[in-house]
């Protein structure tokens, strides 16, 4: 009779291993999601504070209004820049900019062609999708920074996240859901380990195993 029992902890006691790793990347993946969130949470606070654009891990994040970099990445992007002096950008980079005119609304075009004279250095760009180079060459001063990834649509969400509706519902709600989901996985945690222990002949045959 006693067999079958000792046969059942030991399927038990192999899928111990499983379960564990489970719950390890379980583990991981919220504490990666969370950290995101965190992130984000405070970048977009600092942003609405301050009024500048929101930034993580050192890259600022802008949203692309236009599709002059078609097929790079489209309206609706979201751009990420970090910060780069004139020096360290070559001929192929991506790079945000301060445009000419009234507001110096900010310009993401790829650069064809590097120019220095009498120590000035300047870019002449041009959008992807555009036939001809920008007719004004940027000046290194009015250098953002290079863009180093964009993701498509990303920008559209950004955009909604920085209203108090989008703030509620992309950032608050989702992370109050992942905490008690945290808390349910490790209350259901304890509660198995206590039945575990209750269950006379569960250690030894695990041990078996």
């Not at 399927?11 to 993946?29: I, W």
Request: positive net charge.
């Amino acid at each position: 009779m006693e067999a079958p029992v000792m046969e059942t902890a030991k399927k038990r006691g192999g899928s111990a291993p499983l379960r564990r790793a489970g719950r390890f990347l379980g583990n991981t993946l919220f504490a990666c999601t969370l950290l995101v969130l965190v992130a984000l949470i405070f970048s977009l606070a600092a942003s609405m504070i301050s009024g500048g654009p929101p930034a993580v891990f050192g890259h600022q994040m802008y949203i692309v209004l236009s599709g002059s970099m078609s097929p790079s990445f489209g309206a609706g992007s979201l751009a990420f820049v970090s910060p780069r002096p004139p020096e360290a950008i070559k001929e192929g980079d991506i790079i945000t900019y301060r445009g000419l005119g009234e507001g110096e609304k900010l310009v993401s075009h790829r650069v064809v062609a590097v120019n220095e004279a009498g120590g000035v250095i300047t870019f002449t760009t041009k959008g992807d999708a555009n036939d001809t180079v920008d007719p004004n060459p940027v000046k290194g001063e009015n250098l953002v920074g290079k863009v180093v990834l964009a993701i498509p649509y990303l920008g559209y969400i950004m955009e909604f996240a920085r209203t108090k509706q989008g703030l509620l519902v992309l950032v608050v709600i989702p992370t109050s859901a992942l905490l008690l989901w945290e808390i349910a996985g490790i209350y259901k945690h304890m509660r198995a380990q206590r039945k575990k222990r209750a269950v006379p002949g569960e250690s030894a045959g695990e041990i078996e195993s």
